[in-house]
């Protein structure tokens, strides 16, 4: 049987797409499986994820970004994310 879109699991991880404030985005962030409450509940992931920047940024030595929003991955952003990417693309060129 097939798994839904967006459940998917590597190993004790589940993996999320993170797009930052600034249109970055970082894909395959892992979050322990075990911290995750249901398939639907990502709530835990973002305090995961932002304690993992903040990690990252002390060892950088850059301020952490702020998260504007995740999704896990494979799964098809919505709409807005769909707009908000493209926005962010063309303020690039």
């Given at each position: 049987m097939?798994?839904k879109p967006?459940?998917?699991v590597?190993g004790?991880?589940v993996?999320?797409d993170v797009v930052?404030e600034?249109?970055s985005?970082?894909?395959?962030?892992?979050?322990?499986?075990?911290?995750?409450?249901g398939l639907?509940d990502?709530?835990?992931?973002?305090?995961?994820?932002?304690?993992?920047d903040r990690?990252?940024?002390e060892k950088?030595?850059?301020?952490?970004s702020?998260i504007?929003?995740?999704?896990?991955?494979g799964?098809?952003?919505?709409?807005e994310?769909?707009?908000?990417?493209k926005r962010a693309a063309?303020?690039?060129r």
């Amino acid at each position: 049987m097939a798994s839904k879109p967006g459940s998917r699991v590597v190993g004790e991880f589940v993996l999320f797409d993170v797009v930052y404030e600034d249109g970055s985005q970082r894909s395959n962030r892992r979050v322990p499986a075990a911290e995750l409450s249901g398939l639907d509940d990502d709530a835990p992931a973002r305090a995961i994820i932002e304690a993992q920047d903040r990690e990252i940024a002390e060892k950088s030595g850059l301020p952490p970004s702020r998260i504007k929003s995740l999704r896990r991955a494979g799964a098809k952003p919505s709409k807005e994310e769909k707009a908000e990417l493209k926005r962010a693309a063309r303020g690039r060129r």
